[in-house]
């Protein structure tokens, strides 16, 4: 680079525009990109963002087909007011409630336990098994609801919340243990055979050592069930038939639908508050959603 | 009371590999045991199989006179030091030295007034409250350490304690290794590839290789008497000089006959013990440090040989000069005073009273 | 546990026979126990809420519609004869294909872009871009079909403002195919992005600085570089949105619920009609078996990319 004195001040004239110009061209790929980002972020944020106007009008203003539909002119919360007051929306929040609480629960339960044994206590069929796992993992719920239709009928458990609390597991253990097996193989063996000569036993090395060490991982799968829960749709549509069974995914629309009149202020105002949940876990715990979201595709 | 001792312990791993073949090793009590050997000899496994990590396949191993081939490792008294240190991640050091006593359920107060004891005596009173993700390498060993003083077990197991810390550290740390175990006197066993670190720790040192014992001694036995070529090789840097020769008798007088027809006498008192051998082909040990300038020349059996070198090796306190026999290397540390010039012959001093001659189809020194 | 230190206490005779294959044997026989007992209800959820009903699905699909009488393949003989069937097939491989073409050229772009950003701006762009993807997509379609309503369509109404006549979103066929694709693209093209973003990440910098240094353009970078290091994770990444495009409900109950004249039916929408709405648990079944074996061949090749990627981060 000392070379750089020696040249003449007409050689190092271009030298310079030259360096001017890759300055200027990372200023327009950078232009380029906010506003390539700028197209994206209005086209995926225009469905919330309408939700959210249309759920602030009144009927009137939502049915005055010579105003501007984007914007509101008298705000109200009425729609709200009625969604919580009159009606089953609170009763169908309850259940989503209930029905993912228990979920998330169960799940995490059996997946740990699930993740442990496979990732450290080998035994006979246990890779098979992990393989297992991840495949059921991808199996999407349209291939197997039509005969869940008749085990859940079997079971007498037709039109009811527990259906669901039996079956959303099939949706969520498998992709949780998958990617607590990934957590829990990446903590060193080292660490368990230090617990064993402290004194641990099995339980303890899991409860005391594995899930405190592997707890990123934990949180995520947790937001990954929860997710799972709260947006499951086609089980709810196919086992519950009266709006006071059922969860929010199908709830708004059954109820808020009457023949052919919508009460699309009050559809937006329910859906609005039924994403509230997933959106605010998500802006609160973003890295660990992520994290849940990514590390289906590496194990660990 | 807690002696280790094994007995034709064998360990061979699922797939058929002999990790360790029949050893049999006694350890006494308050005694610091070193094994060492190359990478893939069976040291881990020895250790493991002490802890309780690993089956044994046959064989016995005792501490404190009882039998622990069936019992699981919490329950044998043994605390184990890992190499990567295995503290908890997501304990306080506090915590970490105190996880087996809470397992045990011992009362708080006991169990603070051992982790301050132990923090004393590693001095790190300072870090009770940090995470080890707040340590540097040579404080976590040291909590890794603390782990094991608290629990005052029968038997400390290192195994490869240091060989993640920076050189400058390992030497810290080692001596103190040696200071704790001068404190607690625990029983020690301790797994080591580098032979400094055996040498200098160790109350007696175990040489493995192929997961055989090849010798156990205190370090001055291993180096001056090593029993086979393994260890002669082995112990001692730079390592011991091998060169082929044939022992000849001429008229009462041993001679070696080495390659560059250089031949040496053989020191009178070991004439007895070398006679039977005369006529056979042998293997001359010499270690770098009895091959010097010339000095000393008016002691016994001291013999004057001519090289040229042809590496010279400047370490500062010493210079290593390296020429060849027929092909073998041979290694001779100068005083860095003296001159040496590539390719200029010079004349070195063999001491010949610590020469070894080993048998080459054997292995064992003679 | 303080009774570990009685048992290996000194004095306690040294009972046990040298090298007799012992407790310690019978205690990791035990652990392989403790561990089966372990993944029980794993297994019980797989096993009885997975394999059985797909089983059970199979034993189904070949009954007669009361379900009285066993009738072989002749469920998804009929099923092939229809031209209703016919179109289903169709309209998933289009609304699959389509869908995750658009999903992964959008989510490469975004996710290139906002790699370009500093880190700081790049988390706020990257919590609004992810937003389609949080809301539950039953929600979520639920305001599209707002957009699309045939009278109130906001979206309608910014056509006429530029002289543009207005869309039957969802009275007209071809429009309607559109709609659900191009809302499935919405869902899921995020994913797609996070996806591809993790990828680049791991991207170590250093290749780039090599092939800087050896003169590669941007384009080349990509090329050679970018591309080849991400090949594994795209291909995963597709095979997998493939699986769940292809198996997708939500968006097309809502949306159309198959129509008009039963144009935009996939699989699982037909299925769900034909089988729970109309009754006929037989040939819903066997709609549904239809998906199985494209199904099962995606999946083997997301198993063996896992895998192997597994495999190259241990390496
Ligand atoms: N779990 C295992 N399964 C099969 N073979 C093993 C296992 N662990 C170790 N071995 C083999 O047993 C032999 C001894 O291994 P060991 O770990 O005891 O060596 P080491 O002396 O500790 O070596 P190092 O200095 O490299 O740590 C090696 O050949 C090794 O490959
Ligand atoms: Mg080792």
């Known amino acids: 680079m000392s070379g750089a004195s020696l040249t003449t001040a007409g050689a190092a004239a271009p030298a310079y525009r030259k360096v001017g110009s890759i300055r200027r061209e990372r200023r327009w790929a950078l232009i380029g990109a906010y506003v390539a980002l700028a197209v994206f972020v209005l086209f995926f944020l225009t469905p919330p963002f309408h939700m959210l106007v249309t759920s602030l009008k009144s009927s009137a203003e939502i049915a005055d087909l010579s105003g501007n539909p984007w914007v509101v002119r008298r705000p109200t919360l009425e729609n ?70 008749q085990i859940i009928g079997g079971l007498g ?44 036993n099995h339980f303890q090395m899991l409860w005391r050592i594995f899930i405190p060490v592997a707890l990123p991982g934990i949180l995520a799968a947790t937001i990954f069930a929860f997710t799972v829960s709260w947006a499951q749709f086609l089980y ?29 202020g009050k559809i937006m105002a329910g859906a609005l508050m039924a994403a509230a949940p997933p959106l605010l876990v998500y802006a609160f715990l973003m890295d660990y959603y992520i994290a849940g979201l990514t590390a289906g595709a590496t194990k660990g | 009371m807690a002696q280790v001792s094994l007995r034709k312990v064998v360990k061979e791993y699922e797939g058929g590999v002999q990790a360790v073949k029949g050893i049999n090793l006694e350890i006494a009590d308050h005694e610091f045991v070193v094994l060492v050997g190359p990478s893939g000899c069976g040291k881990s496994t020895t250790l493991r199989m002490i802890a309780g990590l690993e089956d044994i396949t046959a064989g016995e191993i005792a501490i404190g006179g009882t039998v622990v081939n069936d019992i699981p490792p919490r329950d044998r008294d043994i605390a184990m030091v890992f190499q990567n240190y295995a503290l908890y991640p997501h304990m306080t050091v506090y915590e970490n030295m105190a996880f087996g006593l809470t397992l045990r359920r011992f009362p708080k107060d006991e169990i603070r007034r051992r982790v301050e004891n132990a923090a004393r005596i590693l001095d790190i009173g300072e870090l009770l409250d940090r995470k080890p993700k707040a340590l540097s390498g040579g404080q976590r060993q040291r909590v890794a350490m603390g782990r094991a003083i608290v629990r005052d077990p029968k038997v400390f197991l290192f195994d490869e304690p240091l060989s993640n810390l920076d050189a400058k550290l390992r030497v810290q740390m080692r001596v103190e290794i040696k200071k704790v175990h001068q404190t607690v006197r625990t029983t020690t066993v301790y797994v080591t590839h580098d032979q400094v670190e055996a040498m200098t720790l160790a109350d007696r040192v175990v040489v493995m290789n192929q997961g055989n014992i090849e010798q156990v001694g205190t370090p001055q036995e291993l180096y001056h008497r090593p029993a086979t070529r393994f260890v002669a090789g082995f112990i001692g840097s730079p390592a011991m000089n091998m060169i082929p020769a044939r022992l000849e008798n001429s008229a009462g007088a041993l001679r070696l006959h080495l390659p560059g027809e250089i031949v040496l006498p053989v020191p009178a008192e070991r004439t007895q013990r070398y006679a039977p051998l005369a006529g056979r082909e042998v293997l001359f040990g010499l270690r770098p440090e009895h091959l010097t300038e010339p000095k000393n020349l008016d002691r016994p059996n001291i013999a004057l040989v001519e090289a040229a070198p042809e590496v010279i090796e400047p370490m500062g306190m010493e210079t290593m000069m390296i020429f060849s026999l027929d092909g073998t290397e041979v290694t001779a540390r100068l005083d860095p005073a003296v001159p040496v010039e590539l390719g200029r012959k010079m004349p070195l001093a063999a001491d010949l009273n610590q020469m070894h001659l080993i048998d080459p189809q054997s292995g064992r020194v003679l | 546990m303080t009774g570990g230190n009685v048992i290996a206490a000194p004095g306690v005779p040294a009972a046990a026979a040298p090298s007799r294959p012992g407790r310690l044997r019978r205690i990791a026989r035990r652990r392989s126990t403790l561990a089966f007992l372990m993944t029980l209800p794993l297994l019980a959820v797989i096993g009885g809420l997975v394999a059985y009903p797909f089983f059970y699905a199979i034993y189904l699909s070949m009954l007669n519609k009361r379900m009285t009488r066993f009738v072989g393949l002749d469920n998804f003989a009929f099923l092939l ?114 996806m591809y973003l993790a990828a680049l990440k791991s991207v170590p910098d250093q290749l780039y600085e090599a092939a800087a240094i050896d003169g590669a353009t941007g384009w080349q970078k990509l090329r050679y570089v970018t591309v080849p290091m991400m090949k594994n994770i795209i291909a995963i990444t597709v095979l997998f949105s493939l699986i769940v495009t292809f198996a997708n409900f939500d968006i097309v109950r809502i949306l159309t619920n198959g129509g008009p004249q039963d144009r935009t039916h996939i699989f699982g929408t037909y299925a769900f009609q034909v089988g729970i709405q109309s009754g006929d648990i037989p040939l819903g079944a066997a709609v549904s078996l239809f998906m199985f074996p494209i199904l099962a061949v995606f999946a083997v090749f997301v198993l063996r990319g896992v895998t192997r990627r597994s495999k190259e981060m241990a390496g």
């Not at chain 1, 929010?248 to 699309?264: A, H, K, P, Y």
């Open chain 1, 80 to 149: 709200y007011w009625e969604l919580l007051q009159q009606g089953n929306y609170l009763l169908h929040f309850r259940n989503s409630v209930i029905v993912t609480l228990v979920v998330v629960a169960v799940t995490m339960v059996i997946s740990t336990l699930a993740a442990f044994a496979l990732a450290r206590m080998r035994f006979w069929g246990s890779a098979t098994l992990a393989t297992g796992v991840f495949l059921t993992y991808l199996v999407p719920e349209t291939l197997l609801f039509i005969p869940l239709f």
């Open chain 1, 157 to 200: 458990l037709y039109n009811n919340l527990l259906a669901m609390i039996l079956i959303y597991p099939t949706l969520t253990v498998p992709f949780c243990t998958w990617i607590m097996i990934g957590y829990f193989s990446s903590i060193p063996k080292e660490l368990d055979e230090a617990a064993l000569i402290d004194g641990a």
């Open chain 3, 81 to 194: 004869t229809r031209e209703t069937f016919q179109f289903v097939v169709w309209q998933s491989v289009i609304f699959a294909v389509s869908a995750v073409i658009a999903k992964a050229l959008i989510g490469f772009i975004l996710a290139h872009v906002l790699h370009a950003l500093p880190a700081k701006g790049q988390r706020k762009w990257r919590g609004m871009l992810l937003v389609p993807w949080v809301i539950p997509p039953a929600i979520s379609t639920l305001a599209w079909w707002w957009l699309f309503d045939p009278t109130y369509s906001a979206i309608n109404w910014m056509l006429m403002g530029i002289g543009a006549p207005p869309i039957a979103w969802l009275g007209e066929p071809g429009w309607a195919r559109f709609a659900v694709i191009l809302v499935n693209v919405w869902y899921g093209a995020p994913f797609f992005m996070i």
């Open chain 1, 236 to 264: 709810p549509m196919a086992f519950l038939v009266s709006s006071e069974n059922m969860v929010l995914t199908v709830g708004i629309v059954s109820d808020l639908i009457r023949g052919d009149t919508f009460q699309w």
